[in-house]
């Protein structure tokens, strides 16, 4: 029995551990798959970087920009539309991994986090529009 106690309690904390991953709601996706992911699922490309990140330029194929540290940052997301699905980056995917948890927790359904951010982008950079 206090063998058992030890890998039963191992299990339980491992259960636990992965349904509050799973219940995050959004996906973190490798950024080799950003243009897959935007194409088969129609996807809106939002970069939550400063505008001063913004200057040094954007991932060509952004459709949004909203600075994840402005304070209206919540608002500004609440008149998106819940039902798309979007894909959320930053400098190294630390803020869009936040981005994405603010987002589902204010209802949005399809928020995917583009792991490694720009930093591990290789594709093109455009000038900020």
Not at 10 to 38: D, H, I, R
Not at 72 to 86: E, P, R
Not at 95 to 101: C, E, L, M
Request: net charge positive; with cysteine.
């Amino acid at each position: 029995m206090i063998k058992i106690f030890p890998i039963l309690a191992l299990f339980t904390l491992t259960l636990w551990s992965c349904a509050s991953t799973a219940q995050s709601g959004y996906k973190n996706v490798p950024v080799a798959e950003l243009s897959k992911v935007k194409q088969t699922q129609k996807a809106i490309v939002i970069d939550v970087r400063t505008p001063s990140e913004w200057q040094q330029g954007v991932i060509d194929g952004a459709d949004l920009f909203i600075d994840y540290n402005n304070p209206t940052f919540k608002q500004q997301i609440g008149k998106l539309d819940k039902s798309k699905t979007y894909i959320v980056y930053c400098r190294s995917g630390g803020r869009s991994a936040g981005a994405s948890q603010v987002m589902i927790d204010n209802g949005f359904k399809h928020v995917i986090n583009m792991q490694g951010g720009i930093s591990a982008w290789n594709g093109k950079l455009v000038a900020k529009p």
